[in-house]
Nanobody
Framework: VQLQASGGGLVQAGGSLRLSCAASGRTFRSIAMGWFRQAPGKEREFVAA????????SYADSVKGRFVIYRDNAKNTVHLQMNSLKPGDTAVYYC?????????????????????WGQGTLVTVSS
């Protein structure tokens, strides 16, 4: 599976950005997806995850109510809509994919649970 993340940029606090991650190389419907981020000098952390069907989502407490993860299986793409951005959201954002079976409708929040990673896209939120 190849993952290509895009959509990062510079935005003022309170603004919005939408990140996208395009997947190729495997049937998208057999892939659970997640977003992680890593700020300078910090460990990588979980942001959001979505099951292969899109019916189940999970969020880190720090982004709950502000970020929305959703997917378009017809276009092999997962998005992260980020609203009410804060300077603390500044980080490189990575999308990740885990190959799952059709009966697996869970989400995964641990980085080690994912098989494939995108290259990252930088989000900078100015105060």
């Amino acid at each position: 599976v190849q993952l290509q993340a895009s959509g990062g940029g510079l935005v003022q606090a309170g603004g919005s950005l939408r990140l996208s991650c395009a997947a190729s190389g495997r049937t998208f419907r057999s892939i659970a997806m997640g977003w992680f981020r890593q700020a300078p000098g910090k460990e990588r952390e979980f942001v959001a995850a979505i099951s292969w069907s899109g019916g189940i989502t999970s969020y880190a407490d720090s982004v709950k109510g502000r970020f929305v993860i959703y997917r378009d299986n017809a276009k092999n793409t997962v998005h992260l809509q980020m609203n009410s951005l804060k300077p603390g959201d500044t980080a490189v954002y990575y999308c990740a994919a885990r190959v799952v079976g059709s009966r697996d409708s869970t989400t995964y929040t641990g980085g080690s649970e994912y098989d494939y990673w995108g290259q990252g896209t930088l989000v900078t939120v100015s105060s």
